[in-house]
């Protein structure tokens, strides 16, 4: 289970979220063998007054946010920053210092979805990959 929050300009968000949802899920997919059909997205296009970011950065900058159940492996992880970086930059031109990755993890008993609580569901893939 993941949950996927991005924040930019909302005059640089706006036009890319299918296309930057795609490329998230295909890193999601390939790193973590997420299921297609399996998509937590939300965006958070915000005006500039509302977000202030470091020097070094243009326009673009964009945050990625990802909560997950806790389990999968510190390679698992790096791959999926991996990815995110090198497809980002090569489908929709931001570069790599215009993206930052957090991933923040929690066990599964923190979660609750379909009425039930996280560590109690059977979910159709594996977490410990």
Same mark, same amino acid.
């Given at each position: &289970?993941?949950? %996927? #929050? @991005?924040? /930019?300009? +909302?005059?640089?968000?706006?036009?890319? +979220?299918?296309? !930057?949802?795609?490329?998230?899920?295909?890193?999601?997919?390939?790193? !973590?063998? =997420?299921?297609?059909? +399996?998509? =937590?997205?939300? =965006? =958070?296009?915000?005006?500039?007054?509302?977000?202030?970011?470091p020097?070094?950065r *243009? $326009?673009?900058? *964009? %945050? %990625?946010? @990802?909560? &997950?159940?806790?389990?999968?492996?510190?390679? *698992? +992880? #790096?791959?999926? @920053?991996?990815? !995110?970086?090198?497809?980002?930059?090569?489908? !929709?031109? %931001?570069?790599?210092?215009?993206?930052? @990755? $957090?991933i923040t993890? $929690?066990?599964?008993?923190?979660?609750?979805?379909?009425? *039930?609580? /996280?560590?109690e569901?059977?979910l159709?893939?594996?977490?410990?990959?």
């Amino acid at each position: &289970m993941s949950q %996927i #929050k @991005i924040y /930019g300009l +909302k005059e640089n968000l706006d036009p890319i +979220k299918a296309k !930057l949802s795609d490329v998230i899920h295909s890193c999601v997919v390939d790193a !973590l063998h =997420f299921p297609e059909d +399996k998509r =937590f997205h939300r =965006f =958070f296009p915000l005006d500039l007054s509302d977000f202030y970011y470091p020097s070094g950065r *243009t $326009t673009k900058y *964009t %945050i %990625i946010e @990802i909560s &997950m159940f806790e389990g999968r492996s510190v390679e *698992t +992880k #790096k791959h999926l @920053i991996r990815l !995110l970086f090198e497809r980002v930059h090569q489908q !929709l031109n %931001i570069l790599p210092q215009d993206l930052e @990755i $957090t991933i923040t993890e $929690t066990p599964k008993h923190n979660w609750g979805f379909r009425g *039930t609580p /996280g560590d109690e569901i059977e979910l159709n893939y594996k977490v410990e990959v």
